[in-house]
């Protein structure tokens, strides 16, 4: 959120949600994107598909949503495509054997930055076939029910103070916020803030796996921009929305 969005207090808000790209077929074909390339099942693409094991279990066996958990008797990538989205993001779409004759599809991205993180997942006969583009099955943190921030397994949000470790993640995050308020991620001139300071700032541990932050934060005198942040339990930072203008007050 930015502009008269950012205006007033910081508060719980899943408005302004930022996708690493705009899906418009079953082909890959993506504004600012290349076509889905096939790669080779290297050691990178190997660790990248066990950065996000650990959620793939959770969402796989319920325990995201208060299930046991469990974990996969094997789990290896089986094919997978690539896809760079306007030189900034890169989408995986990988075939996961998770036993001799089963499969799941996972769609998992990796930002400038290398940050990885899994975005979407399908199971059952939605994963049948070879791998290939998708859009459906979209993971989030948590399910967002009302302004208060009232979510499923989640605690209610707590002002927080403004830490050196807050204002780390703030800064983790701070170049993609540039890029998305200067339009750089749709092909705009890349620009820098003149400020970039966490004002106010609010907390959320999601079901004690995830925890959102709804930072406020300044970026001239009288302009602030709202974001939302998501760790997770592996200390994995990532800007999930923003708003700016009249949705930031």
């Given at each position: ?218 970026i001239t005198i009288s302009k602030f921009i709202l974001i939302r942040v998501n760790e997770d339990a592996d200390g994995v930072v990532s800007l999930t929305h923003l708003l700016k203008g009249a949705a930031a007050e």
């Amino acid at each position: 959120l930015k502009g008269a969005a950012a205006e007033g207090p910081v508060h719980c808000f899943n408005t302004g949600a930022l996708t690493p790209m705009s899906m418009t077929s079953r082909n890959g074909t993506m504004s600012g994107a290349r076509l889905l390339q096939p790669v080779s099942i290297t050691k990178r693409l190997e660790s990248i598909a066990d950065e996000v094991k650990d959620r793939v279990e959770r969402v796989c066996f319920g325990a995201e949503s208060g299930g046991a958990r469990d974990h996969f008797v094997t789990y290896v990538v089986h094919e997978a495509l690539a896809q760079e989205i306007a030189g900034v993001h890169t989408n995986y779409f990988m075939k996961i054997r998770i036993t001799i004759s089963k499969f799941i599809l996972i769609r998992v991205n990796e930002d400038a930055d290398g940050v990885v993180s899994l975005t979407h997942l399908l199971k059952g006969a939605a994963a049948e076939g070879p791998v290939h583009c998708f859009n459906t099955g979209a993971l989030t943190p948590m399910s967002m029910t009302s302004r208060n921030g009232t979510m499923s397994g989640a605690r209610l949000l707590q002002p927080v103070s403004i830490t050196k470790r807050l204002e780390s993640i703030a800064d983790e995050v701070k170049d993609r916020v540039e890029r998305v308020c200067f339009g750089a991620e749709s092909g705009g001139a890349r620009d820098h803030f003149v400020t970039y300071v966490v004002h106010e700032a609010l907390a959320q541990e999601i079901a004690g796996v995830h925890t959102n932050y709804f930072m406020k934060i300044r970026i001239t005198i009288s302009k602030f921009i709202l974001i939302r942040v998501n760790e997770d339990a592996d200390g994995v930072v990532s800007l999930t929305h923003l708003l700016k203008g009249a949705a930031a007050e």
